[in-house]
């Protein structure tokens, strides 16, 4: 089971970026899918979670600015990021759960500068 998070880098303060997760290995339309991050010296935290349904939450520090989708056709989960703050700088990493079994994905870097 791979999960490929790609699309990190570095934003000004404002902006945005799009995340998305390859996951290959599953399947992946019967997974519910979530973002975390973890900034230095900090917890890891929920972003976001879809699941396999289409049905999203989201945790309340990013509510109105970032977005969680999938394709499932294409085996990928996206988290749309905008008005991007300096403490969205984390690692972003994306999980894929089914019951009891979750899998990890590498982490990629988003770093919001003031």
Do not use: H
Not at 82 to 93: F, G, M, P, R, V
Request: aromatic share 10%; proline share 1%; charged share 20%.
């Amino acid at each position: 089971v791979q999960l490929q998070a790609s699309g990190g880098g570095l934003v000004q303060a404002g902006g945005s970026l799009r995340l998305s997760c390859a996951a290959s290995g599953i399947i992946f339309k019967f997974y519910n899918m979530a973002w975390y991050r973890q900034s230095p010296g900090n917890e890891r935290e929920l972003v976001a979670r879809i699941t396999n349904g289409g049905n999203t939450e989201y945790a309340d520090s990013v509510k109105g600015r970032f977005t969680i989708s999938r394709d499932n056709a294409e085996k990928r989960a996206y988290l749309q990021m905008n008005s991007l703050k300096s403490e969205d700088t984390a690692a972003y990493y994306c999980n894929a759960v089914l019951e009891s079994t979750t899998y990890c994905g590498q982490g990629t870097l988003v770093t919001v500068s003031s």
